[in-house]
Nanobody, 127 residues
Framework: QVQLVESGGRVVQAGGSLRLSCAAS????????MAWFRQAPGKEREFVAA????????FYADSVKGRFTISRDNAKNTLYLQMNGLKPEDTAVYHC????????????????????WGQGTQVTVSS
């Protein structure tokens, strides 16, 4: 079982940048597909980005494509989300999530496919 702890969220002005981190416990981090999701007040959880085991495959929600970059450092058991050009509509609690990538699993934007979730970190973008 993996435990996930996010950090890096804070208040930032529109147009600014932030880098979120997600520290994972356990020796098998590199076996997991990883993703970022976000949830704004009064809204449903929304997919942001996902990355494969070694980082060779990534994909993004259209709303963040070209502004956000997901990456991972398997030696440090850490997932990252670099966010540039932030907009007020990016305000949300950001959660990282892990999928054990069992046979038959695909890298996906579907929340239920991810078995493990962090508590989240708040990002607030002021206009």
């Amino acid at each position: 079982q993996v435990q996930l702890v996010e950090s890096g969220g804070r208040v930032v002005q529109a147009g600014g940048s932030l880098r979120l981190s997600c520290a994972a416990s356990g020796p098998t981090f590199s076996n997991y597909y990883m993703a970022w999701f976000r949830q704004a007040p009064g809204k449903e959880r929304e997919f942001v980005a996902a990355i494969s085991w070694g980082g060779g495959r990534t994909f993004y929600a259209d709303s963040v494509k070209g502004r956000f970059t997901i990456s991972r450092d398997n030696a440090k058991n850490t997932l990252y989300l670099q966010m540039n050009g932030l907009k007020p509509e990016d305000t949300a609690v950001y959660h990282c999530a892990a999928d054990r990538a069992l046979p038959g699993h695909q890298l996906t934007d579907s929340g239920p496919s991810y078995e493990y979730w962090g508590q989240g970190t708040q990002v607030t973008v002021s206009s």
